[in-house]
């Protein structure tokens, strides 16, 4: 590798603004293929009894915690194809997409994001781990604050470092692992990890205001038992869970091509 290659100057403000607007501006495009994950989650949640608003209302945990375990499994399924279906639209241009596809690629890209989520924890289960060899009881106040001011600490750094694995789980979804693995991740990304972390957290920053408000507004609504009101914050809460994940993977994908193309 070239050592003009490693030095690459993430433009972040550049790359934020570009995956904003490109979602915004083929939401309509991109939420047909969204469709029907969309509307199967959504027309599970009202035959299960609306599951996953069982922390705000417990009422509805009383429902059988099988619904609740499927339909976990399927959220989990559908946000994986979904992001697999939007990578490839945005980094490959592919327009006929089967949205019903959960194959090899799919499991690939779950297998990838849960390498990295392994290796984003890694602080955690190092702290863990010698923690428990030390035999220290962390639930004693004199190691309590001590112990959560290390692990503040380390998790802050290692996500913000770790953050260069990241091209590798997008890398799966376009079938190019073999040329942006892990190691390559690492090492087309040295020095932008900090900006690639900020321009996440401001692409992110909007709908986490907007789900924020919504929250708060419709959160009278969850208490009751009334299925119309349950079922209008059923569909807002998936509507707005889809509108992140169409931000989110929009700018992992711009992220992705920006180094992909410049460390050729």
């Known amino acids: 590798m070239s050592k003009k290659t490693t030095e690459l100057k993430f433009p972040m403000w550049e790359c934020v603004k570009r995956s904003m607007s490109y979602a915004l501006r083929n939401i309509k495009p991109i939420s047909k293929l969204f469709a029907i994950w969309f509307f199967v989650l959504v027309v599970i949640e009202l035959l299960a009894g609306f599951p996953s608003m069982c922390n705000e209302n417990s009422a509805l945990c009383e429902i059988n915690p099988n619904w609740a375990i499927f339909v976990s499994i399927l959220s989990y399924t559908a946000a994986i194809a979904c992001a697999v279906m939007l990578h490839r639209y945005i980094i490959l241009e592919e327009r006929e997409i089967s949205p019903y596809r959960f194959k090899l690629r799919e499991l ?155 460390s050729k």
Not at 140 to 149: A, K
Not at 174 to 194: E, L, M, P, R
Not at 232 to 260: G, Q, R
């Open 108 to 262: 690939k890209y779950f297998f990838y994001t849960l390498g990295y989520i392994l290796i984003v924890s890694v602080p955690l289960i190092i702290l863990a781990t010698i923690t428990y060899m030390l035999g220290i009881n962390i639930t004693s106040p004199s190691y309590s604050i001590v112990l959560l001011v290390i692990a503040v600490i380390l998790s802050l750094y290692w996500i913000i470092k770790s953050t260069r694995f990241s091209l590798a789980v997008t890398s799966s979804a376009v079938d190019n692992q073999k040329n942006i693995g892990f190691k390559k991740s690492w090492a087309i990304t040295k020095g932008n990890a900090f900006k690639i972390v900020i321009g996440h957290f401001l692409i992110m920053l909007p709908v986490t205001v907007l789900a924020f408000v919504v929250f708060i507004l419709l959160s009278p609504l969850t208490s009751g038992n009334s299925f119309w009101a349950l079922t209008l914050v059923t569909f807002v809460v998936y509507a707005i869970t889809l509108l992140n994940l169409v931000i989110k993977i929009s700018y992992t994908s711009h992220v992705y091509k920006f180094f992909e193309y410049h």
